[in-house]
């Protein structure tokens, strides 16, 4: 059902039901018929997404950003629900490439520096990005050639983030009710992670070889956490060779309900 013909469904049923306390047909009910309106509204709103929920059209787009004499880069994800997938594979022209459902794009260059940002259309009463059936997906493609920066937000979103082969050095994740994986970055020097969520369920794989200082706070989060490669030493598990590994990460991370594994 398209947003016009939901308005003007709920339209008509206002206007019907006025018409009938007019002529005294819901006297019997001892109510106003605005009692019945919202009432009536939600109803008619909770079929709509039943019956649009599987209707999810979103244009498919390939996307292919150069690097274009870039010596490092940042890269702004704002993904709404579904499927995100991010790893190494790029061209070695493009500062990334991929297939994306549904996307806005804006790319700023600096000097040296390139900063791109991936948005999901803003849309109110548009497809459903909810349900079973939702099958909205970004499969990104980035390039191990210069550093780079990543900040991922994300709704009710099944994310896979493979960031082994890539020179990140900094990751930030804020996300919603989602279940996120990440691999670490295995020869990225020293890379910054913090996380922030509400619901989620959140793991994080640090290669071997790659030494990493790891602080958690959220009461409600479950944390497990590899105390053979990252004892606790007071508030924070870390490395016994943190401060002299050439390949380390800081990870911080704030999480509300959820669970935490890092390995």
């Not at 071997?208 to 053979?228: C, H, N, Y």
Request: hydrophobic share 45%.
């Amino acid at each position: 059902m398209k947003r016009g013909a939901f308005w003007g469904l709920v339209l008509l049923v206002v206007g019907v039901l006025l018409l009938m306390q007019n002529f005294g047909y819901l006297d019997f009910l001892g109510v106003s018929v605005w009692q019945l309106v919202w009432p009536t509204a939600l109803i008619a709103l909770g079929i709509w997404i039943l019956v649009g929920r599987g209707q999810a059209t979103w244009a498919t787009e390939e996307v292919a950003v150069g690097l274009d004499g870039a010596s490092e880069a940042s890269l702004r994800l704002d993904f709404g629900a579904g499927e995100l997938k991010v790893g190494a594979g790029a061209d070695g022209s493009q500062l990334l490439s991929g297939t994306l459902d549904g996307v806005n794009q804006t790319v700023h260059r600096e000097g040296g520096r390139a900063e791109v940002r991936l948005s999901s259309p803003s849309v109110l009463f548009g497809p459903m990005q909810w349900g079973p059936t939702f099958k909205r997906v970004w499969d990104l493609r980035l390039t191990d050639r210069v550093p780079m920066a990543i900040s991922v937000k994300s709704g009710a979103c099944d994310a896979n983030l493979n960031l082994e082969r890539l020179k990140v050095t900094s990751l930030h994740i804020d996300s919603g009710a989602s279940s996120t994986r990440v691999k670490l970055p295995a020869g990225a020097g020293h890379t910054e992670v913090r996380g922030s969520s509400g619901a989620a369920s959140l793991e994080l794989r640090v290669p071997e070889g790659v030494a990493a200082r790891i602080r958690t706070t959220g009461a409600l989060a479950s944390t497990t956490v590899d105390l053979r490669r990252f004892p606790r030493i007071g508030s924070e598990y870390i490395s016994p060779d943190y401060e002299t590994a050439t390949n380390k990460v800081d990870i911080r991370l704030d999480m509300g309900v959820g669970s935490i594994d890092i390995r």
